[in-house]
């Protein structure tokens, strides 16, 4: 095991129990931290240390009252996403360059009941389109592990953030993939729950029937206890489940003996690079010394999952970003003919080249025409790629593979070549499409410049509602590897 300290969630709250320290010490200690980091990495699009210390002396205040509970004065870092008072949400667009929310996002909410104390807002790819993060208008974000590399994203600032160590704890959403792939990129744990577990009012939307929102740690324990605040059911969603709230940390210590781990054949196919194939084995390896079986299992539509993907998602965002017209929100066009002109001129200058490019393929995909050929074809895709996890779950309890088909690659390798970029998604996006909970974690390293190489995620699937039993068995692995405990050259301590 690493001997360097790391600042997980379940220490520092600890710390906080103990009165070690207190909320505004550590909030003040963490912005140092970013002070010194973030010009690097451009993690954070915004910072803003009163209203910081302000909810840090609430934590404490409600420490002092005998009102603390386990989260409570515990910093955190959210996705430009999440609508927040005090705060601006731009969702990595010049469109919302000047919007600042009146209200608090059904995430938000929860963080905050929970006393977790904002440090600030983290860089996105714009409305959560792209795998790398350079989609920003706010400007590329860097990987701690090696500068020149991508994070992932669209969570990328959020990744990048927790990988550095200059915040333990980040919010992130996944759509088809951003909260798991910029996770395996940076070298951190990240899970998205099942659809309807957290609440998406207020989460900036890109592809309703997909986007879920989830946490993003260093390990699996700290990502129950976040999972602990973040979930619940919110009537103000309509896609929100009711459900009787449950603690996600009830199976971080159960036994693996009898765990049954399906491995799909589909997933170790072409375009899988060699560390990455080599590090999933090794950690399958592990499970089965942990006392768990491996079983292959079949998924037999999952090649279809990016095509079906890249139908239904630009299709419901070309829906969600009408709104931006220049008369509601944020960026107006300074001039324009008429309101016909001011609308095209606006979304124009407003959106970039990705968001524009899927808007063009959405409207696409719906007309009439089309709509038959892809858009339906796309949603019985769909349907198949569920079925096909439903069957396999019938043999195993979790799903295990690559998060992603390769470590992190170069800022600019990809970015003329979008398709490329959707291949990437390969093994994230079925989730989204089925609706399932899944999650990376850390399990060795690759291909890199650096002489540790860069970042390898583990993908872990879970039944509906199985979260508990996917974080028990990431904790029980993170118990006997120190993937998750490496820390990127540079991390301040
Ligand atoms: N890379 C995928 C996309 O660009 C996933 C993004 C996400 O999950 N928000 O659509």
């Known amino acids: 095991m690493s001997d360097r ?32 980091a973030n010009p690097a990495l451009n993690a954070f699009v915004e910072l803003n240390e009163a209203q910081t210390l302000i909810e840090a002396r609430a934590a ?97 600032g959020s990744a990048a953030a927790v990988a550095a160590g200059i915040a333990p704890a980040a919010s992130g959403t996944d759509t088809g993939g951003s909260i798991r792939q910029p996770a395996a990129f940076c070298g951190i744990t990240g899970i998205k729950p099942t659809y309807g577990i957290v609440s998406r009012w207020g989460m900036i939307a890109y592809a309703s029937s997909l986007d879920q929102g989830g946490p993003m740690a260093h390990t699996a324990e700290d990502c129950a206890l976040l999972l602990n605040a973040f979930a619940g059911f919110d009537t103000r969603d309509a896609t929100s489940l009711e459900r009787a709230p449950e603690d996600y940390t009830r199976a971080l210590d159960a036994p693996l003996a009898g765990l049954r781990i399906g491995v799909p054949k589909e997933f170790f196919g072409e375009g899988m690079s060699d560390d990455v194939r080599a590090a999933v084995e090794a950690a399958l390896a592990t499970f089965r010394t942990l006392g768990a079986t491996t079983v292959e299992v079949s998924l037999p539509r999952s090649g279809y999952a990016v095509p079906a993907y890249y139908v239904i998602a630009p299709a419901e965002a070309s829906s969600n970003l009408n709104r931006f017209d220049g008369v509601r929100y944020g960026y107006r066009a300074p001039e324009y003919r008429d309101l016909n002109d001011m609308y095209a001129k606006t979304r124009a200058q407003g959106f970039g080249e990705e968001v524009k490019r899927r808007i ?11 709509y038959d050929a892809y858009y339906l074809q796309a949603q019985r895709v769909r349907r198949l790629i569920a079925d096909d996890y439903r069957a396999a779950f019938r043999d195993c309890d979790l799903i295990l593979g690559p998060t992603t088909p390769t470590v992190a690659y170069g800022i600019g390798d990809k970015a003329d070549d979008p398709l490329s970029m959707y291949l990437g998604d390969i093994y994230t996006t079925s989730v989204n499409l089925a609706g399932l909970p899944g999650m990376s974690i850390p399990c060795g390293f690759g291909a890199g410049g650096l002489p540790a190489g860069l970042p390898i995620g583990l993908q872990i699937v879970g039944n509906y509602f199985d979260e508990a039993r996917m974080l028990g068995a990431a904790h029980r692995f993170q118990q006997a590897t120190d993937w998750h405990l490496r820390t990127p050259p540079g991390k301040p301590t």
């Not at 063009?360 to 089309?370: E, M, Q, R």
Request: a negative charge.
């Open 5 to 36: 300290t790391m600042d997980t969630v379940k220490q520092l709250s600890v710390r906080l129990a103990s009165g070690e320290v207190s909320a505004v010490e550590l909030a003040q200690d963490y912005l140092a931290k970013i002070q010194a």
């Open 60 to 156: 404490d205040a409600l420490r002092a009252a005998g009102q603390a509970g386990p989260l409570t004065g515990v910093p955190i870092a959210h996705k430009d996403i999440f609508c927040q008072t005090g705060w601006h949400a731009r969702c990595g667009s010049k469109m919302l360059e000047n919007f600042a929310a009146p209200y608090d996002a059904g995430l938000i909410e929860r963080a905050r009941a929970a006393g977790l104390v904002t440090l600030g807002r983290t860089n996105m790819d714009e409305f959560a389109m792209g795998s790398t993060n350079e989609s920003s208008h706010y400007g590329v974000v860097h990987n701690p592990w090696q500068l020149d590399a991508v994070p992932g994203g669209s969570s990328g």
């Open 360 to 370: 063009l393929i959405g409207t696409y995909v719906l007309s009439h025409g089309y």
